[in-house]
């Protein structure tokens, strides 16, 4: 699978993180603060899970920082709610670019729906959770649902690779901030202390994948694409062959539309999800 198929989607999902009044929206619902709506928001099609489910599949995060948020969001908002707010946030956050005069988002978005019926979903259990949220019935909406499905699909599927490879959310952090895939401000991102941080890197400099200083060293940088082509082949491993072949036919169209997404300012480079441009 080419992997501007797997950016393009990943563009599509994240506009809910980035438009300007993702905050406030949560708020208005009773939730506090941005993070405590993005734990709750993400989280939800789980249910309502506890701390250590989302430590557990969100994979990269402080412990201490999913705690601050769950379990109290759900106490704060429902569930329900919540789940509307984000799909609302989506359908909004794509509008300039679904909207736009020549875009073919009906036909995506029913391809891309396709496209989640041929996963195998053993061992994904946040791509399951948000699979088995009802199916919009707008074109906007379905396109975010199967977006979203997708990109957490993937996401498991690295999940796997990295504890597999023996890397903790700090070590998984810090080897991608060496490699330059995200900013220096993704520890305060993820919530992890200066101690912890270090940590990270200090278990990475005794594999050989940093200098001291923290400069990546070409068998980190090795091992960082090793892990990528890995997640490849694992996702490639739970994909039919029906959805192997319409994730190619509609890769032109999905990294259009992410395009037009990026052109519309709806998500800014460089980020602290790693979102790269297709």
Sequence with gaps: M??????????LHDVVYFAPDTKERYEVLGLKGYW?????SRSGAMGTPSPEQVIATFHGFAPAMVRRALPDAWS????????TARFDLARDALAPATEAEGADTARIAKELQAIVAGFDFAG???????????KPTDDTGLLWWAASVIREYRGDCHIAVLTAAGLDGTAANTLAVAAGLIGGEQREMRGWTEDEWAAGYARLATRGWVE?????TESGRAARQQIE?????VCAAGMGKEATARAITVEDGVRTLA????????IAFPNPTGTQSP
């Design 2 to 11: 080419e992997t501007k198929f797997w950016r393009s989607v990943e563009v």
């Design 259 to 266: 395009r037009a997404v990026l052109k519309s300012g709806a």
């Design 124 to 134: 994904k259990p946040l791509a399951a959770a948000h699979a088995s949220l009802d």
């Design 212 to 216: 001291q200083d923290g400069t990546i």
């Design 36 to 40: 405590m709506g993005y734990f709750a």
């Design 76 to 83: 704060l908002a429902s569930r329900d709610d919540i789940l």
């Design 229 to 233: 082509d890995a997640t490849d082949r």
